[in-house]
């Protein structure tokens, strides 16, 4: 499947990394080339320099014939905002964004995108570490 | 009219005092605190520290029973968000972000935003207006009905010069309203009408037929 990951951060560089290890064809998308150093020598998809809420910068990414679009930059509402355009405007068949901040989350998916919450699911598993 | 605003930097600042000096009960939400502690001593306690976005937030400065949130932020998402959250958590009828990026418009009313602003836009649109060898430009956007006014001339030279109105292939659903040929003396159109060369032509047509009436118009 072609996907496209938008922010190269650890958990970007990180997903990319296991996406094309499996033979997947993957594309980062980041607004500072500097994250690229994080996608492992080895990297056979595409890294590409480009703000992911702009219209060209997504058809360049080949976002009209991706399978999946995954937006995991720093700020919540960029996520959010990419998120709808791939879902929306491209109507790509699997978007997933995270967002941190849990209320805007359950709104979010209250609204129809798919969304994780690295903040809730965190706080569960520390929890569970310190009960078991 | 309860009106939240969304944004303390210098547009949300001016549109607050517009607002306020109108009448309306206005809450600014800003998220520095020397910012928000300035309004306060200059205008009173009309601003809210805090984020936009947040819920928590927007709740505390019972949005609920707003009527209107504007989001003037200098970011897009950060506007898109805080209408989002405003439309669809809280209910308000009224939601208007501004933009930077004037493409991000279509994008905006897809997601459900009533109304965008793009100062880029409006400059633009200024600058088009003072650039006099520009044939054609924008007075009016009538959004609701699709149709805009615009203002054509017909530079010296053109093919057209000489020709009656009904000669010109014009596109169907654009309208001919007024000529101006001389100062203060405006004259409405007829097919029997001759073009000269400086006229100065308004027009109303949806936006998708203005380069086909710009060509017949205009001639070669």
């Not at chain 2, 984020?51 to 928590?56: R, S």
């Amino acid at each position: 499947m072609k996907v496209i990951i938008m922010g190269c951060g650890r958990v970007g560089a990180q997903l990319a990394t296991l996406l094309d290890r499996e033979g997947h064809s993957v594309t980062t998308l980041d607004n500072d080339a500097y994250s690229f150093r994080r996608l492992p020598p080895d990297f056979k998809g595409e890294a590409l320099l480009g703000n992911g809420l702009d219209e060209e910068a997504l058809k360049k990414a080949g976002i009209e014939e991706a399978d999946a679009f995954v937006a995991v930059t720093q700020g919540d509402n960029r996520n959010v905002m990419a998120a709808q355009i791939a879902k929306h405007i491209f109507n790509v068949p699997k978007v997933v964004c995270r967002i941190y901040d849990p209320l805007r989350r359950d709104l979010y998916s209250l609204l129809g995108l798919e969304t994780i919450s690295p903040t809730t699911v965190f706080a569960q598993l520390l929890k569970e570490k310190l009960e078991g | 009219m309860y009106i939240i605003v969304i944004g303390g930097g210098r547009l949300g600042y001016y549109l607050t005092r517009a607002l306020l000096d109108e009448g309306h009960e206005v809450l600014l939400i800003e998220k520095s605190a020397p910012i928000c502690q300035a309004i306060t001593g200059e205008m009173g306690s009309v601003c809210l520290r805090g984020d936009g976005c947040e819920t928590t937030t927007l709740a505390e400065a019972g949005t609920g029973r707003a009527d209107m949130l504007i989001a003037v932020t200098g970011d897009d998402e950060d506007n898109l968000v805080a209408c989002q959250v405003a439309k669809y958590k809280f209910k308000v009828p009224r939601t208007i972000a501004r933009i930077r990026n004037p493409k991000n418009e279509t994008i905006f009313k897809k997601l459900g935003i009533d109304v965008t602003v793009s100062s880029t836009s409006i400059i633009l649109e200024h600058i088009e207006h003072e650039v006099p060898s520009h044939p054609l430009m924008h007075l009016l956007t009538i959004r609701e009905k699709g149709l805009e006014i615009v203002d054509i001339k017909i530079p010296p030279g053109s093919t057209n010069i000489g020709k009656t109105i009904k000669q010109l292939s014009l596109p169907a659903e654009s309208i001919l309203s007024l000529i101006i040929r001389q100062e203060r003396k405006p004259t409405v159109p007829k097919a029997d009408t001759i073009l000269q060369a400086g006229d100065q032509v308004i027009a109303i047509t949806p936006p998708e037929s203005e380069d086909a009436l710009r060509s017949a118009l205009i001639g070669d």
